[in-house]
Antibody, heavy 123, light 108 residues
């Protein structure tokens, strides 16, 4: 059974950093693009970042560009999101999500999601 | 950036009724549109990909149609577990991948 398990969330002060992890299992991690999607409290879904299967292509939402970095360790089947210069508006549940199909470039339909990890940015 | 709008914002129906949800794109997304279901406290679940293809394990009462800028998700006969929020999402032109604001289907 495909599993994605996020960790690393918590309460952090504005301007500080946090790193999220997404541990995966039961699929060929190094064949799929992976994404981070967030959801602010009682709001809709916002795509945050994507990384291709081999890490060669990374793209970001404008709202996080220059502050967040997506990465992956294919030897550990784990996805990461390094979040720097955090702002109050970054407060959200952060989900990692798997591309539906294995492609050279990210595909962009998300067939498996983690349970989410809550990041709260507050002084 | 492609903007997706969904209507209605809320749909109040009874179990057994037919639900018709709409998603409109600000420019053509061809058939590169997905639908997700989200229940409170849960992660979203992929229902439909590429406008009309049901994801693995999704019951046939869920169907998707449309292409270009206008799309529809239909639930033929609502089951109690179908009351949730539904989001459309495009993958035609990225970054960014974009989601619609959601349609809440609640019990009348």
């Amino acid at each position: 059974q495909v599993q994605l398990v996020e960790s690393g969330g918590g309460v952090v002060q504005p301007g500080r950093s946090l790193r999220l992890s997404c541990a995966t299992s039961a699929f060929t991690f190094n064949s799929y693009g992976m994404h981070w999607v967030r959801q602010a409290p009682d709001k809709g879904l916002e795509w945050v970042a994507v990384i291709s299967y081999d890490g060669s292509n990374r793209q970001y939402a404008d709202s996080v560009k220059g502050r967040f970095t997506i990465s992956r360790d294919n030897s550990k089947n784990t996805l990461y999101l390094q979040m720097n210069s955090l702002r109050a508006e970054d407060t959200a549940v952060y989900y990692c999500a798997k591309d539906h199909r294995s492609r050279i470039q990210p595909e962009g339909s998300f067939d498996y999601w983690g349970q989410g990890t809550l990041v709260t940015v507050s002084s | 950036e492609i903007v997706l709008t969904q209507s209605p914002a809320t749909l109040s129906l009874s179990p057994g009724e037919r639900a018709t949800l709409s998603c409109r794109a600000s420019q053509s997304v061809s058939s590169y549109l997905a639908w997700y279901q989200q229940k409170p406290g849960q992660a979203p679940r992929l229902l439909i990909y590429d406008a009309s293809n049901r994801a693995t394990g999704i019951p046939p009462r869920f169907s998707g149609s449309g292409s270009g800028t206008d799309f529809t998700l239909t639930i033929s006969s609502l089951e109690p577990e179908d009351f949730a929020v539904y989001y459309c999402q495009q993958r035609s032109n990225w970054p960014p991948f974009t989601f619609g604001p959601g349609t809440k289907v609640d019990i009348k």
